[in-house]
T-cell receptor
């Protein structure tokens, strides 16, 4: 089955720790995205990547970092600099970032809780 | 100019009724308008999308109406069912845009 997988489903972090959220897609999409969703809130873009080895900051990039070494993978690290990281994190991908094919497909999400 | 304004924030509809969610945008360069459906604890799923060359698109009980001159588009859910209870997001993007701009979401509850 083609799709996007995220792991883990639940993640607990102690204050001061860095944690990495995994996102993998087998849709052969060039573009990948990370969003943060707080309870009852919309989707806020953290980072996105149009192509391997390239990525851009979204609206709320502070305290987060990403890498894009492989087309299929776009891991997100939540660093200790992110002061309020408790949220639901969503990864998405699309064929491209622009044009008529930026239809985004979402993964199942990772719920991160700071202890 | 990049914002998409969505209303209402929440909506309660009786089973069998029509649910209507509205979105408005400013940037006339947008040419792709999808709607996503999200159940609690799950990722959003693409429900239906429209491009500005048509004024309406229907898929089953779900219809997008698009008014280019007013820069508005709306989602209509006919014969709403309890299983439609979810959060709905509109979005805008397309040619020349590197990302989708999402509305803030509408939480729909369909009462039995």
């Amino acid at each position: 089955d083609g799709g996007i997988t995220q792991s883990p489903k639940y993640l607990f972090r102690k204050e001061g720790q860095n944690v990495t959220l995994s996102c993998e897609q087998n849709l052969n999409h060039d573009a990948m995205y990370w969003y943060r969703q707080d309870p009852g809130q919309g989707l806020r873009l953290i980072y996105y990547s149009q192509i391997v080895n390239d990525f851009q900051k979204g609206d709320i990039a502070e305290g987060y970092s990403v890498s894009r070494e492989k087309k299929e993978s776009f891991p997100l690290t939540v660093t200790s600099a992110q002061k309020n990281p408790t949220a639901f994190y969503l990864c998405a991908s699309s064929r491209t970032t622009s044009g008529r094919y930026n239809e985004q497909f979402f993964g199942p999400g990772t719920r991160l809780t700071v202890l | 100019q990049q914002q998409v304004k969505q209303s209402p924030q929440s909506l309660i509809v009786q089973k069998g009724g029509i649910s209507i969610i509205n979105c408005a945008y400013e940037n006339t360069a947008f040419d792709y308008f999808p709607w996503y459906q999200q159940f609690p604890g799950k990722g959003p799923a693409l429900l239906i999308a429209i491009r500005p060359d048509v004024s309406e698109k229907k898929e089953g009980r779900f219809t997008i109406s698009f008014n280019k001159s007013a820069k508005q588009f709306s989602l209509h859910i006919m014969d709403s069912q309890p299983g439609d209870s979810a959060t709905y997001f509109c979005a805008a993007g397309g040619t020349g845009f590197q990302k989708l701009v999402f509305g803030t979401g509408t939480r729909l509850l369909v009462s039995p």
